[in-house]
C-alpha cells in the first residue's frame, strides 16, 4: 500500500504562483509514475502533469509553459510548481501514485482557487 499527502494548495489572485508537494509512504520501493490530476466543480478529473521515475514527464496542453513537475526520489515527494495562475485553474488537485504493476493510489486532494 502507498499513502500520499498533499499539500500547499489555497487561494491565490490569478497571474500568482502556489506550489503543490505529495509525499508518499509506505511500499514507496513499488512506485513508478507519479502525477498531478485536478477536478473542477461539475468537471470530469483531469491528468495536469505526471512524471516517471526516471524523470520523464508529460503535460497537459492547458498548462504547458506554466506548470512543472518535479521529483525527489530521495524524499519520496513529487512537486507541482504553478506559475502565471488562472481562474480556470481552480479546482481540487490530486496527487496519483503508481505502482509497477499499474495499480493507482490517490491523495486526499487540495484546494487551489485563483481569484481574477
Known amino acids: 500500500q502507498v499513502q500520499l499527502v498533499e499539500s500547499g494548495g489555497g487561494l491565490v489572485q490569478a497571474g500568482g504562483s502556489l506550489r503543490l508537494s505529495c509525499a508518499a509512504s509506505?511500499?514507496?520501493?513499488?512506485?513508478?509514475?507519479m502525477g498531478w490530476y485536478r477536478q473542477a466543480p461539475g468537471k470530469q478529473r483531469e491528468l495536469v502533469a505526471a512524471?516517471?521515475?526516471?524523470?520523464?514527464?508529460n503535460y497537459a496542453d492547458s498548462v504547458k509553459g506554466r506548470f512543472t513537475i518535479s521529483r525527489d526520489n530521495a524524499k519520496n515527494t513529487v512537486y507541482l510548481q504553478m506559475n502565471s495562475l488562472k481562474p480556470d485553474d481552480t479546482a481540487v488537485y490530486y496527487c496519483?501514485?503508481?505502482?509497477?504493476?499499474?495499480?493507482?493510489?490517490w491523495g486526499q486532494g487540495t484546494q487551489v482557487t485563483v481569484s481574477s
Open positions: 509506505g511500499s514507496i520501493f513499488s512506485i513508478n509514475t
Open positions: 512524471i516517471t521515475r526516471s524523470g520523464n514527464t
Open positions: 496519483r501514485a503508481e505502482d509497477r504493476i499499474g495499480r493507482p493510489y
